[in-house]
């Protein structure tokens, strides 16, 4: 056997290298910047509470940008990125299924704002059954 093929594992990793089972170690220039992003979108959705463009829209823009910032956090700091593409294409497009799935559950809840009861001392009327007892 010549030395090329005996200091190599059946893989071909070097005998001391390759198939220890680390994962990617990402550069803290990777780690810092996605952190500063990270950041930026927490002041966006700070502000974007401020304005207000229906309800409809802010939970959409929330929820964006929350998609955004987790896509992020599970690419970087939990290093799906050095993965295998297909495991990345999975999580972003459950990350964004679930996002859609509660946005969509919630964008009509403007819908059901007058049955709720603000004021438990003059509750309103309920809209189908019998009066209440004065």
Known sequence: MSSSTSSKDTHGHGAHGGGHGLG????????????????????????????????????????????????????????LRYDKLFHSVMVIGGLLAAALFVGFALMDSAQYQDTIIWDTDHPPPAPIGPRPVP
Request: no cysteine.
């Open 24 to 79: 990617h170690v990402a550069p803290v220039k990777v780690l810092v910047g996605t952190w500063l992003i990270l950041m930026f979108l927490t002041i966006i959705t700070v502000t974007a509470t401020k304005i207000d463009l229906g309800t409809s829209y802010n939970l959409a823009l929330a929820m964006a940008i929350a998609a955004i910032k987790a896509t992020l956090v599970v690419l970087f700091f939990m290093h």
